[in-house]
């Protein structure tokens, strides 16, 4: 199958690489050149442009940060046509950003218009995830066009969920994402705690892990360094979803949880918390550093 990838960061970039493995012909582009040289080392097939990367693809994958780049990327803005105007009619397009869900379903009708069908598809799982190619997928989008898509999700990932209409994969991974920034507070809390007590942390994340307090944050993705040599507490907070990634996602959680009138507390909390984690200067390491911001000074 064609596929054009647009949008190479840490995730992009390792998901685009398992459709390649997979036997898939691709073109790839994305705006930093410095992404762009990164994975055409590995062997990715480098466009020029956006434009060129979809002239004779069948599907079209994008993987950017936020609304505003999704909503240019496709339907343009300051005189600048958007890549809708590039795309033929009879391909599908599969969003895997994570924005608003109102963007999701602008920017889907403004495809169904041209002919071109679309689905949202955020993923969870982490760079570890798109790098093994075992990605959640939540889907946003008509069955058929996700029964197109599945068999170059299944390259991507080993969990594949169809939320419900244009949109609703969207607002299912802010809902995840919501609790997962709820959750590392959580465990960066408790394990600070602990170790200001003089517990090894490697023990007490057993413990936790072991007993009522278990999640996901703490045996998977543990936010002290030394307990997990996968985790990116290991490697300096380097790599993994940055902070700034986070905060952006608790405020489509909020945005959302406002337009719906739905209670959001501790959403809130975690967001003003991972506010001012990245105001402190850690915008850019991964998220689980907001153990920064509860650790006992040494």
């Avoid at 004779?56 to 994008?62: H, Q, R």
């Avoid at 496709?74 to 969003?95: R, Y």
């Amino acid at each position: 199958m064609k596929i054009a990838f647009i949008g190479l960061g840490n995730m992009g970039g390792p998901m685009a690489l398992n459709l390649l493995k997979a036997g898939h012909t691709l073109s790839a582009f994305d705006l930093s050149a410095e992404a762009c040289k990164k994975f055409g080392g590995e062997g990715l097939p480098i466009a020029k442009s956006a434009a060129e990367t979809v002239a004779d693809a069948e599907v079209v994958i994008s993987m950017l940060p936020a609304s505003a780049h999704v909503e240019g990327l496709f339907l343009g803005g300051a005189g600048k046509p958007g890549l809708l105007e590039s795309i033929k009619a009879g391909t599908l397009v599969i969003d895997s950003s994570t924005i608003a869900a109102a963007t999701s379903r602008k920017v889907a009708e403004a495809a169904a218009a041209k002919g071109v069908a679309m689905i949202d598809a955020p993923v969870s799982g982490g760079t570890g995830g798109a790098i093994a190619g075992t990605l959640t997928f939540m889907v946003g989008g008509e069955t058929g066009d996700l029964e197109r898509a599945r068999p170059v999700l299944e390259k991507m990932g080993a969990n594949i969920f169809h939320a419900g209409a244009a949109g609703a994969g969207q607002t299912a991974k802010i809902c995840n994402n919501m609790l997962l920034g709820i959750l590392m507070i959580g465990t960066s809390e408790a394990l600070a705690l602990g170790v200001a007590n003089g517990l090894d942390p490697k023990v007490l994340s057993e413990i936790m892990r072991r007993s009522s307090g278990g999640n996901w944050a703490l045996e998977k993705y543990n936010p002290m360094p030394g307990v997990m040599e996968t985790s990116p507490a290991s490697k300096n907070y380097a790599g993994g979803f940055g902070t700034d990634l986070m905060l952006k996602d608790l405020g489509l959680a909020q945005e959302n949880a406002a337009a719906v009138r739905a209670a959001t507390p501790l959403g809130g909390l975690a967001r003003s918390l991972y506010a001012a984690h990245s105001l402190a200067g850690h915008g850019a390491l991964d998220f689980s550093s907001v153990l920064k911001l509860v650790q006992k000074a040494s």
